[in-house]
C-alpha cells in the first residue's frame, strides 16, 4: 500500500525558507487521480491545510499562506516538496503530507498521512 | 471558504457510552464530509469518508451521517482506544478545512 514520509530541518530561522520533502512508496506520484497535500498542525492545536500539487503538476495554495508558498514534484524520485518562505514563529507546527484523490468528482479525503514532522522556527 | 464548526470541543464520557460528535459547515457541502481520529503525536487516521462510508478496518461502533450543512459522528458504545481528538473536513471545495477538533477524554 502506499505509504508517505516526511523529511527535512526540524529548525529553522526566522526569515528564512522552509523546505520538506515527501517521499512515496509503494505506488507512483505520477500514476493518475490524485493530489499530494501539505497539512500542518502547531502545537496543541488544529489541522490547517496548506496546498497540493496535482499529478499533472498544478498546485492550489490556501489563500491564507499563498504567497509564501510553493510545492513542486520530482517523479523520478517519487517525491514532492513543499517551500514556505520568510517563516516567523507562527510557522512551528508538525508538517504532514497526505494524499487524496477524486474518485468523487470533487477532493475525496486524505488517506495516507505521513508520520508529520516537526518544524520549530528560532533563532 | 467553507467554515467547519465542531461541537463540543472536548466531552468526558465512560467506557460502554454512546458519542454523538456534530460537525456544521457554513454553506451546504452536500456529502463531502470526512472524519478523521488523532492520538498524541500520530498522524490523523481517516474514520469516515463521505459522511457515511466506513474506511476499511474501522470498527464499526463507527458511524457518520448528514448531509447539507448539517454531519454527526457516532461511537456507539466507547472503548479505551477511542480516547482521541476528532475532526471532521470538508472536501466540497478548496480551500480545503478541517473542524476545530473534538477531544474525547475519560471521565
Known amino acids: 500500500q502506499v505509504q508517505l514520509q516526511e523529511s527535512g530541518p526540524g529548525l529553522v530561522k526566522p526569515s528564512q525558507t522552509l523546505s520538506l520533502t515527501c517521499t512515496v512508496s509503494?505506488?507512483?506520484?505520477?500514476?493518475?487521480?490524485?493530489?499530494w497535500n501539505w497539512i500542518r498542525q502547531h502545537p496543541g492545536k488544529g489541522l490547517e491545510w496548506i496546498g497540493y500539487?496535482?499529478?499533472?503538476?498544478?498546485?492550489y495554495y490556501n489563500p491564507s499562506l499563498k504567497n509564501r508558498v510553493t510545492i513542486s514534484v520530482d517523479t523520478s524520485k517519487n517525491q514532492f516538496s513543499l517551500k514556505l518562505s520568510s517563516v516567523t514563529a507562527a510557522d512551528t507546527a508538525v508538517y504532514y503530507c497526505?494524499?487524496?484523490?477524486?474518485?468523487?468528482?470533487?477532493?475525496?479525503?486524505?488517506?495516507?498521512w505521513g508520520q508529520g514532522t516537526l518544524v520549530t522556527v528560532s533563532s | 471558504d467553507i467554515q467547519m464548526t465542531q461541537s463540543p470541543s472536548s466531552l468526558s464520557a465512560s467506557v460502554g457510552d454512546r458519542v454523538t460528535i456534530t460537525c456544521r459547515a457554513s454553506?451546504?457541502?452536500?456529502?463531502?464530509l470526512n472524519w478523521y481520529q488523532q492520538k498524541p503525536g500520530k498522524a490523523p487516521k481517516l474514520l469516515i469518508y463521505?459522511?457515511?462510508s466506513l474506511q476499511s478496518g474501522v470498527p464499526s461502533r463507527f458511524s457518520g451521517s448528514g448531509s447539507g450543512t448539517d454531519f454527526t459522528l457516532t461511537i456507539s458504545s466507547l472503548q479505551p482506544e477511542d480516547f482521541a481528538t476528532y475532526y471532521c473536513?470538508?472536501?466540497?471545495?478548496?480551500?480545503?478545512?478541517f473542524g476545530g477538533g473534538t477531544k474525547v477524554e475519560i471521565k
Open positions: 473536513q470538508q472536501s466540497y471545495s478548496v480551500p480545503l478545512t
Open positions: 454553506q451546504n457541502i452536500s456529502r463531502h
Open positions: 463521505v459522511a457515511s
Open positions: 500539487i496535482y499529478y499533472s503538476g498544478s498546485t
Open positions: 497526505g494524499r487524496d484523490g477524486e474518485s468523487t468528482g470533487y477532493h475525496d479525503w486524505f488517506d495516507p
Open positions: 509503494g505506488g507512483s506520484i505520477s500514476s493518475g487521480g490524485y493530489y
